[in-house]
């Protein structure tokens, strides 16, 4: 292994994900569920308490990869395989119930379902944004012009955001999120509600923000978005990662596989899926702690010293 | 590609113990024989996302996000009479017309004025003095709730909601201090004003460190136990009701014991300093002045290491 002292070989690695597991604990109404319970005191409180039996959800099982400056990774699985859960972890929005993440600086996540203050008009809310995400109110000032022509809402950024429709808000929300530059950018659908021109425009600005050494994480079931404008893809299903590599190939495996549920083939999916299993190379992260001298070495490791006196003040 | 990827004989799980998660986990059981690269990267570059930080750096974070705190506090607060015709003006005539109802009720109707000096000041101290605390503690259990939105969209240190909260409640409180002193003035009970009143600000200080500490506290313990949110309103009516706000301790004179209670109510406390600066033209005794302070500070230290500690479970809230 390598000393941490030397140049570090990994330079470019700007997050690490290690082994995450996510699991919710949730009330489900299935009536399976209710009747598994036996305990009867337990099902008569919550019959009572009109509560449901909780049963444990597992979002994310042993998620592991490293993502490099430079690369845009498309994530792609159907609905519910667990690409929000696995952004939000990443963006450090929730934590895990196992594993870690490990990012360069503080990610960026835009979300479909992250209003800001419904109450406040657009234009305030870009700069409680740029504020919210630690920009100076000079800096934030200086953002508001860039970001109300990126979001390209015309006069109606003066209004309350509530009046907005859901994709003048994901516009409005992507346009806040690239102000401060980020480094590493998670974006959640947020471009499939947008219209021709400011696809246009979030391309550019996503660009721009790639070759500024940057990462961007984009989540898609589409995966000709991802096909198009991304380097690598992981591809999830039921929280598991099926595959991950070369956008091209992941996205096309996926589309087939895909096709052949739509197709209500389900022996053709199930092919699709195991071989893909099979072929991925599976990635273990180790983070390398970087050693710092000791603090307070105990007394049977110290070298032999002539004696001091105790300190017995408290500095 | 700068991996240095080699081949590893067989997949070991990166933490040694053994959960239930994998025992049932099938999948890692089957492609167990796959092979590993391994990916090595360096804990002194990369930073783990979402951990809680050391006391002194979350203490720098908050006073660094200080312009977001003070914007959306200010932001709020103008929102919330936005689209009522008087504007901006009922944040003055909301607190005057409280002020004059509870002299209507209290004063008039009940006659509970038998034995306090200026009754009308006594009281208009007290209901809006607490309005303030009530305000806070409510607001602030509810913050997390609230701001889930701004939680699940950007990473800032989550004490940032407890605290707009109770910033919020002082640019409320400013207009409302403005209408009690109006009142005071103006309302037909003459007053002398001294120095003491200089002691005011230092006061409503030190209430402000009382109702930030109790506003971080409720704020954790609704995310572990919703429940409790049921229960503030109740507990912030009992607590109203044993302040003193609508009559006087003297009350108790007979039960030694029920005064010793009330007098260490750090309420209680704030409203007699209050009255003593504002209406008695006395200097608050120094007892009080101890006693309010390290509950203030107390409750500020306690609740703020209180809800630093749970930073990482907002998210699920």
Known sequence: ?????????????????????????????????????????????????????????????????????????????????????????????????????????????????????????????????????????????????????????????????????????????????TAANPHILLIDEALATGDAAFKERSEARMQGLRQSAGTVFLVSHAAQTIEESCTRAIWLNHGRLVLDGPAEDVALRYRKWAWAIAKDKPEEARTILERAFSEREQTSV??????????????????????????NGKG | MHAMTQPVPASRPTSAVKTPADAADLYAEIFREQPVSLEVVSAGRLKQVGARPPVREYLAQLWSRRHFLWAEARAKVSSGTRETVLGQAWMIINPILNGLAYYLIFGLILDTRRDIDNFLGYLVIGVFLFQFTTQCVRGGARSIQTGRNLIRAFSFPRASLPIS?????????????????????????????????????????????LATGIALFFARLTTVLPDISQLISVGMRIWLYTSAVFFSIDRFEKFPWIVGLMEANPMYMVLDAARDCLLYATVPEASTWIGLTSWSLGALAFGFLFFWHGEESYGRA
């Open chain 1, 1 to 177: 292994m390598a000393e941490p002292d030397q140049v570090d070989p990994f330079a470019h690695a700007t997050v690490a994900v290690q082994d995450v597991h996510v699991r919710y604990r949730v009330p489900s109404t299935d009536a399976a569920e209710r009747r598994r319970r036996t305990n009867p005191v337990a099902r008569a409180t919550r019959a009572v308490l009109g509560n449901d039996p909780k049963v444990v959800v597992r979002a994310l099982s042993g998620i592991s990869f490293v993502a490099r400056s430079g690369e845009q990774v498309g994530i792609v699985g159907q609905n519910g395989s667990g690409k929000s859960t696995l952004l939000r972890i990443i963006a450090g929005l929730e934590n895990p119930a196992k594993g870690r993440v490990l990012a360069e600086s503080t990610p960026v996540l835009i979300g479909v379902n992250a209003a800001l203050v419904p109450d406040l008009s657009g234009e305030q809310n870009i700069r409680l944004g740029c504020l919210a995400m630690g920009l100076s109110p000079e800096q934030a000032q200086a953002a508001v012009p860039e970001v109300k022509e990126l979001a390209g809402l015309g006069k109606s950024i003066y209004l309350p955001m509530k009046t907005y429709s859901s994709g003048m808000g994901a516009r409005l929300r992507f346009a806040i999120a």
């Open chain 1, 286 to 311: 180790h983070v390398e702690e970087p050693q710092r001298p000791r603090r307070y070495t105990s007394r049977h490791v110290r070298p032999q010293q002539p004696s001091r006196r105790p300190d």
């Open chain 2, 165 to 209: 909260v109770v910033l919020r409640g002082v640019l409320n409180l400013v207009p409302t201090i403005a209408a009690m002193l109006l009142l005071i003035v103006t309302l037909p009970e003459n007053e002398t004003w001294t120095r003491a009143a200089l002691l005011f600000p230092l006061v409503l200080a030190l209430q402000t460190c």
